[in-house]
């Protein structure tokens, strides 16, 4: 098992006011990456697990292959995919996109589409995973506001992607009716 400690000893790692930063990519799919001091990465880390003591600001993207887990917050520029589990100590914010494989546990704030809640529901439905807030549903890369995702037409959903609409008639009435049912306290 290879194991990479980031500390502020670190080969290019650079001292800011109050936190480190990093401006190289870290990519080895089989490592264990612990992250021991509040730190930005400015590109990319692609790795098996990663450990972060208080918090960590990723700049674009950031795909864990088993489990990540952080101590305070994560903040992901554009996208976050993570194989298995995905545990903050407090808060989350991910830009565009969001993927995790099992389990998902925010103690605090989720910040999903620019709306911070701490009130979502995940599932996943064949190929495709899909959240549910109040206002908004996500499905694979697709996010919109439920009543639009009411509207749109066969034409509009087919453009989505290959299969998208195939998919859709099968699963539109369940998402659709899965966000209706939800409990009044999630949608406050």
Not at 15 to 39: G, M, Q, T, W
């Amino acid at each position: 098992m290879k194991e990479i400690i980031i500390d502020e000893n670190f080969k290019g790692i650079k001292k800011e006011r109050y936190f480190f930063s990093l401006d190289v990519d870290i990519i080895d799919i089989e490592a264990h990456i612990e992250i021991k001091v509040p730190l930005i990465i400015k590109k990319t880390i692609i790795c098996k697990s990663l450990k972060v003591g208080k918090w960590l600001k990723v700049g674009k993207w950031l795909k864990v292959g088993e489990s990540l887990k952080v101590g305070e917050s994560l903040e992901v520029g554009e996208s976050l995919k993570v194989g298995e589990s995905l545990e903050v100590g407090e808060s989350l914010e991910v830009g565009e996109w969001l993927q995790v494989g099992e389990s998902l546990k925010v103690g605090q704030s989720l910040s999903i589409f620019g709306q911070k809640t701490t009130k979502y529901a995940m599932i996943n439905i064949s190929t495709y995973y899909v959240i549910l807030t109040s206002e908004f549903i996500k499905i694979g890369c697709q996010v919109h506001k439920v009543e639009q995702w009411e509207k749109f037409s066969d034409e509009v959903i087919s453009r989505m992607g290959s299969g998208a609409l195939e998919w859709w008639k099968i699963w539109k009435d369940f998402i659709l009716t899965t966000h209706k049912n939800l409990p009044e306290t999630f949608k406050g």
